[in-house]
């Protein structure tokens, strides 16, 4: 593999990319502006640059790995394709009965999600396949020939097909994808059986129609992107972070878009896990803030949290995900004053352009970058080494015409009300991931890292009690350093409703067989070399009657001595989370998971280089800071670059680099360990 490898995370304000030669272990950051109206230009933008910085040709590159938000914000915002659904006679409106819930118990004015599919472009076609796996109607090819024709004369650029219980059987929507693509070959087709081959038709449906709604804007980005990157003289296809935290194909990624929902905010966890395990802090609450959102996800002896399925536009989509809580609060975040004269921060942003009142960019509303730069945190003169002008009046006008003015507060109230509020709705962020999951975020150290993490983790750290706060070496690029660090992963899973007896053996035994080869064809199409991969088997289990699963891992040779194994291990799970057993429950298995993951060379550890000589050397000025509960106080600020390691500090300090600015309050400490990692211990709280 040739030597420079690129990682590359597309954000809502900044694009961060890092460039690091494997061969010297010699890293490059840069950051560009991101281009809202095709997100390819700014990346192309940003790899030749950073390239020229590091004086490689792109030739070199041997590696390129992105993270990309598209599909989260095409979901979102509703910018999906034209999507139709052919579906089993009967079950045109599942999408729309849903749980038969409403999106909030006690608002009626709240409507339900517009699905991607319209009703009038979903049709009905005679077939049936029993609970069972038994055909009970055969496939009518002639009725999904004229429905695809139906569908190509409404509009429709892409067709899910959704079929009740092809996760039992497969072939008749095997079937009707061939049909589908043999009458309309220009069509983006996805079958459900494919994408999600588990019982519970309303999540199945609702993915399948969520990914075919997005096969095409994928598509047509990635081949924006794949172009330019060819254009450029790169040789090799790019990867593509998926929301499990592997990296894929392009192909992989069109084929199944919901896959990278989390794309970018799991390059950060992935990151930051390593940098956990090696600065041997084993317990983790990650906060990336950037620009318009805050994500966090806990982390264990180096392993984040997974989920299987999170709401997406109101949808449930079950894709396997790294568990990352997500909120509309990031430095662009407008703080605005609604009917009740009370301030609220988000969760609209001023995003890229035209941003912040401070950046300069034409943008007038107030945001938490604005209130920041009013109270002294953020450099009064540029951004980014100063390479981005900035300008503090802007933030302080827009600041007391759109706060000061109607609530009759003056400039210091509004701005630290903006970061108390956001600060609060980040702690809420914080407590979803930990207390409502039954962790005590107490003995967990907070990592920061986005553009804005550091300038918040203090205090919410504070807030929640926890006593840490552990800033790595380059917080605004951990997401893109982790794009580097991510291994290849494919995650399949299969629907097995059986009792966990002997006589079961047989048909899990089957689904086993039928993941193996799922796992290789995928192995196949990534070319990925089989011998390397890491088989990871799960299953979920159940007491009969039940609607919820328990997860564990099992051996793939099963056997009658496993299958007693598994059930004592399920109800000590049980036990553990519900406070009771029921050892005469029959156990049911619901559903069998595969995960194959093929380990790829880790980049060298980047170190710190030009460390100062002293601490004084490292001070660039000493500007007046607001700090809550001293207010504007005379603080140090220093280069990071320059700050010795093994260096300790007395709060409040202010700490810039390039890419982000860590705010220390008063009355902590700051020690920096040999690699150049800030810790800032906040148990001297008074």
Request: contains cysteine; hydrophobic residues 40%.
């Amino acid at each position: 593999m040739r030597n420079v490898w690129i990682g590359i995370d597309t954000g809502g304000t900044f694009t961060d990319l890092v460039l690091v030669d494997v061969k010297s272990g010699n890293y490059i950051f840069h950051k560009v502006p991101t281009t809202p109206e095709d997100a390819s230009k700014g990346i192309l933008t940003g790899i030749s640059e950073i390239l020229d910085l590091a004086r490689f040709a792109p030739a070199d590159v041997g590696l390129l790995s992105h993270g990309t938000t598209l599909a989260t914000n095409a979901v979102l915002e509703g910018k999906w394709a034209p999507t139709g659904m052919i579906t089993t006679e009967g079950f045109r409106d599942v999408l729309e009965l849903a749980r038969q819930r409403r999106p909030s118990f006690f608002n009626l004015d709240i409507p339900k999600p517009v699905p991607p599919a319209l009703r009038e472009a979903r049709i009905e076609v005679p077939e049936r396949v029993g609970y069972d796996g038994e055909i009970v109607t055969p496939l009518d090819t002639d009725a999904v020939r004229a429905a695809t024709r139906k569908l190509r004369d409404l509009g429709c650029e892409s067709v899910a097909i959704c079929f009740l219980h092809s996760y039992a059987t497969p072939e008749h929507e095997q079937r009707a994808r061939d049909a589908v693509k043999a009458e309309w070959p220009e069509a983006y087709v996805c079958a459900s059986s494919d994408i999600l081959a588990e019982f519970r038709e309303y999540e199945r449906f609702a993915t399948a129609t969520v990914n075919a709604s997005l096969m095409p804007v994928m598509d047509r980005y990635l081949q924006r992107f794949e172009n330019g990157v060819r254009s450029l003289g790169i040789p090799d296809e790019p990867r593509v972070m998926q929301s499990n935290g592997g990296a894929v194909s392009p192909d992989a990624v069109r084929r199944a878009p919901v896959n990278t929902f989390f794309s970018g905010p799991a390059g950060g966890v992935i990151g930051a896990a390593s940098l956990g395990v090696a600065a041997e802090v084993n317990r983790i609450i990650t906060f990336d803030m950037g620009g318009t959102s805050t994500d966090v996800c806990l982390i264990r002896d180096g392993n984040p949290n997974n989920q299987s399925v999170r709401e997406m536009g109101g949808f449930p989509v079950r894709t396997r995900t790294l568990d990352i809580h997500t909120i509309g609060a990031g430095g662009g975040s407008i703080a605005w004053v609604d009917p009740g004269r009370l301030i609220k921060v988000g969760p609209k942003s001023a995003g890229a352009r035209p941003g912040p009142a401070c950046y300069g960019r034409g943008g007038e509303l107030p945001t938490v970058s604005d209130a920041n730069m009013a109270l002294g945190r953020l450099n009064q003169k540029t951004l980014l080494d100063g390479r981005m002008p900035v300008y503090p009046e802007r933030a302080r006008v827009a600041l007391e015409k759109h706060l000061c003015q109607p609530l009759g507060i003056d400039l210091e109230r509004a701005a630290s009300g903006v970061l108390e509020i956001v600060n609060v709705n980040m702690m809420g962020a914080v407590r979803v991931i930990s207390v409502e999951q039954g962790e005590d975020p107490r003995t967990y150290a907070l990592m920061p890292f986005g553009g804005a993490g550091p300038l918040h983790a203090a205090d919410v750290a504070r807030t929640v009690g926890m006593p840490t706060v552990f800033v790595p070496q380059r917080p605004g690029l951990l997401s893109a350093i982790g794009l580097l660090h991510a291994d290849a992963r494919g995650d399949f899973s299969v629907t097995r409703l059986v009792p966990m007896v002997p006589g079961s053996l047989a048909g899990l035994k089957d689904g086993i067989e039928g993941l193996r080869e799922r796992a290789e064809d995928w192995l196949k199409a990534e070319k990925l070399d089989k011998d390397l991969a890491i088989h990871e088997w799960h299953v979920d289990m159940r007491y009969f009657g039940q609607n919820s699963e328990l997860s564990t891992s099992f051996n793939r040779n099963l056997t009658e001595a496993e299958l007693e194994r598994l059930a004592e291990v399920f109800h000590g799970m049980h036990e553990q989370n519900y406070g009771y057993r029921m050892p005469e429950q029959t156990i049911e298995v619901v559903n069998l998971r595969l995960t194959v993951i093929v380990r790829r060379p880790v980049p060298p550890a980047w170190k710190q280089s030009g460390g100062g000589e002293s601490i004084e050397k490292a001070l660039i000025e000493v500007r007046p800071v607001w700090f809550a509960g001293t207010g504007f106080v005379d603080t140090k600020v220093y280069r990071r670059e320059s700050l010795p390691a093994d260096a300790t500090l007395a709060g409040p300090v202010i700490i810039e680099q390039m890419d982000t600015t860590t705010v220390v309050p008063p009355h902590s400490k700051v020690r920096i360990d040999r690699i150049g990692n800030i810790f800032i211990d906040l148990e001297t709280v008074r």
